[in-house]
């Protein structure tokens, strides 16, 4: 089967670096997505990661290591407007491609 | 910028009513899901479509729920009859192919099911 944990909620502070990780148990890995979800609104893309390593774009990062089925999202120089869920998702071969959404992370960002 | 679109963009209903959500995906995109989402979880897979076949509808519940991409372009997902436990956001997202980097989201529709 397939499993994604993530923390269900965390607490940062404006201007701070936060991390957000993701564990995950899959067959026929082909890639982790991360994306971010305010509330009431659709998600949006923000990163993916297919080889192990850090990718980083802009304020956010994501890194992987597929051989300990983690990846975490580093988001630094926090704002207000970073407050929001934030989704893992894995997505697996097998007769086809699948993604798979994690619970997500809710991010809330105080002053 | 292309974007999904969906409509409605809220359902209010009553248990054992009938309801239909459309999709058009981003144009040339060839992969189409729909997803349901309940309060405080992710995203469900219900459908995947590639142009106009369906390529995994195993989560979907066949008993109540269809979903079409007659043409392979605008998809409709209908649920009769709706049940309180379909109260959701019904999410549609596209795709270039099915194993490309990312999939585009539409405003999603949500579902309330008196």
């Known amino acids: 089967g397939q499993n994604i944990d993530q923390p269900t909620e965390m607490t940062a502070t404006e201007g701070a670096i936060v991390q957000i990780n993701c564990t995950y148990q899959t067959s026929g890995f082909n890639g982790l997505f991360w994306y971010q979800q305010h509330a009431g609104e659709a998600p949006t893309f923000l990163s993916y990661?297919?080889?192990?390593g850090l990718e980083e774009k802009g304020r956010f990062s994501s890194f992987l290591s597929r051989s300990k089925g983690y990846s975490y999202l580093l988001l630094k120089e926090l704002q207000m407007k970073d407050s929001a869920s934030y989704l893992c998702a894995v997505r697996a071969q097998g007769g086809g491609f699948k993604t798979i959404f994690g619970a997500g992370t809710r991010l809330f960002v105080k002053a | 910028e292309a974007e999904v679109a969906q409509s409605p963009r809220y359902k209010i209903t009553e248990k054992s009513q009938a309801v239909a959500f459309w999709c058009d995906p981003i144009?040339?995109?060839?992969?189409l899901y729909w997803y349901r989402q309940i309060l405080g979880q992710g995203p469900e897979l219900l459908v995947q479509?590639?142009?106009?076949?369906?390529?995994?509808d195993s989560q979907l519940p066949k008993d109540r729920f269809s979903a079409e991409r007659l043409k392979g372009v605008d998809s409709t997902l209908k649920i009769q009859p709706a049940e309180l436990g379909d109260s959701a956001m019904y999410l549609c997202a596209s795709s270039r192919t099915s194993n490309y980097n990312e999939q585009f989201f539409g405003p999603g529709t949500r579902l309330t099911v008196l």
């Open positions: 990661n297919v080889l192990d």
């Open positions: 479509f590639q142009d106009e076949s369906v390529v995994d």
């Open positions: 144009s040339g995109h060839a992969t």
